[in-house]
Each structure stands twice: as C-alpha cells, then as structure tokens.
C-alpha cells in the first residue's frame, strides 16, 4: 500500500551537544528560552551552541555569510522547525511556527555564527 506524503513523518535532525535535552538546551545555555540549535556553516551539523561545537567537532566554526542568510540553519528546539537564518535573525525572538520564545541574549553571539555587517549589527 502506497504511503501519502502526510503520513510520512518530517525527517529528525539531529543536534549535537553535551547534556542535551529533549528541546536542544545544553550544559551551557539551558535557561527557559534556550531553545534553538544552529547548523555550523562548517560542517553542516547542527549543535546545541558554539561550546558544544567546540567542544565535539575537531575543526573551528566557520561563519555563515550573509549571501547564504536565506539557507535553513536555525532549528526551533520545540516544534523542530527549520528556519533560514535570516528568518531567524528577524523573528523577534520568537519561533515564527509555533510563536515559542527564544533567547534574546543570543543576539550577543550571533557573531560567532553569521557575518554580521558592522553597520546594522544594532538593527538586527
């Protein structure tokens, strides 16, 4: 019997990190809102944060420009939505899905994950 797309469930991705839980917090940020892993441009994995990247992977992370911001490399920790990083950067801290709330202290570190333009740093 042939299977229909709607009952074919989404593919799990899989998030890398140390003492994760089941909405992707980690050892080192697990407060409420801390609910979003990010895939390294690097390797394309997704981790809990730059910490468990540091500490997992065997390569530093490598950015991800802004010519590539309309690429999927955010994942919403609690409906597993994949967002475009620029979809992201403009959700107000909130999960355009599913409207939960994310960290908005992560602002300080997008630098460590997006090439971030001097001049509108402050308007992302």
């Known amino acids: 019997m042939p299977s229909t797309p709607s ?6 991705h899989e998030v890398r990190g140390l003492n994760l839980d089941s909405q992707t917090r980690c050892l080192h940020y697990h ?5 979003i892993a990010i895939k390294m441009k690097c390797c394309t994995t997704y981790y809990a944060c730059k910490d468990c990247h540091e500490a997992l992977a065997k390569h530093p992370i490598e950015v991800w420009p802004q010519s590539e ?3 999927p490399a955010i994942l919403c920790g609690s409906c597993r939505t994949e ?3 620029s979809a992201y950067l ?3 801290s909130r999960c355009p899905a599913c409207r939960a709330a994310f960290n908005p202290g992560c602002r300080n570190h997008y630098h460590f994950y997006f090439a971030i333009p001097q001049a509108s740093s402050d308007e992302i």
């Open 7 to 12: 009952s074919i469930p989404p593919p799990a």
């Open 31 to 35: 407060g409420a809102t801390d609910i």
């Open 69 to 71: 911001w309309d690429r």
């Open 83 to 85: 967002l475009a990083i």
């Open 90 to 92: 403009h959700s107000n």
